[in-house]
């Protein structure tokens, strides 16, 4: 929605880095999550971090939060064919409804 | 398979007609929610239950729209007198419980397409 923002397209060669950026407006944020959306599939959740956290690593996935900003990216090392989709940025504050972003898609070419 | 499930996948109906869209959450999953996914956006809000209580709709756009959960466990979304502008991907997912720290896990959506 409004609050959460992300650049709509990305384009990335087979193998190389890949970095998703967003950003959001509200600084009561608790929570902020990246999402995959592959076609036919649900939304899957990549990984999440708590607002008290700059960094966050899991395997080939990198979050990073800058507060003071209000910004949001997701890494992803050494990125695959099987990395192509969409991916969706969303924020929550204390309760359980999510904000997401647009998405962005991401395209792996060989 | 222990995901959520939802049924219809696709449902094409004509304006005017009334539809409703059934979501399975994940066994035990006390809490559920309702998105709605236009094209070329992300999903929004609609509604949420804990157990079989409605606890928040605030994400309904109008009174058309409703949803039940009668048993704690599988619920419908229900539109009446469907219109275009109901076309779109309505995405459910559940909890384990309704905190702010649980992951929701949604299903593959329900594709509406309003002739």
């Known amino acids: 929605g409004e609050d959460v923002e992300q650049s709509l397209f990305l384009s990335v060669r087979e193998g190389d880095s890949s970095v998703i950026n967003c950003t959001y407006t509200?600084?009561?944020?608790?929570?902020l999550y990246w999402y995959k959306q592959e076609p036919g599939a649900g939304l899957q959740l990549l990984t999440y971090?708590?607002?008290?956290?700059d960094m966050k690593q899991d395997q080939r996935l990198t979050v990073l939060l800058n507060k003071k900003d209000k910004h949001l990216s997701l890494r992803i090392a050494d990125t695959q064919t099987g990395d192509s989709a969409i991916y969706f940025c969303?924020?929550?504050?204390?309760?359980?409804?999510?904000?997401f972003g647009a998405g962005t898609t991401v395209t792996v070419r060989a | 398979g222990a995901g959520v499930s939802q049924s219809p996948r696709y449902k094409v109906t004509k304006r005017g007609q009334d539809v409703a869209l059934r979501c399975d959450p994940i066994?035990?999953?006390?809490?559920l929610y309702w998105y709605r996914q236009a094209l070329g956006q992300g999903p929004e809000f609609l509604t949420y239950?804990?157990?079989?209580?409605?606890?928040?709709k605030s994400g309904l756009p109008n009174d058309r729209f409703s949803a039940e959960r009668p048993e704690g466990s599988i619920s419908t979304l229900t539109i009446q007198r469907t219109e275009q502008r109901d076309s779109a991907m309505y995405r459910c997912?559940?909890?384990?419980?309704?905190?702010?720290?649980?992951?929701?896990?949604f299903g593959p959506g329900t594709r509406l397409l309003v002739l």
């Open positions: 997912a559940s909890s384990l419980s309704g905190s702010s720290q649980e992951t929701q896990y």
């Open positions: 509200d600084s009561s944020s608790t929570y």
């Open positions: 971090i708590f607002s008290n956290m």
């Open positions: 969303a924020e929550s504050k204390h309760d359980y409804k999510l904000s």
């Open positions: 066994s035990g999953h006390v809490s």
């Open positions: 239950f804990n157990y079989e209580a409605q606890q928040d």
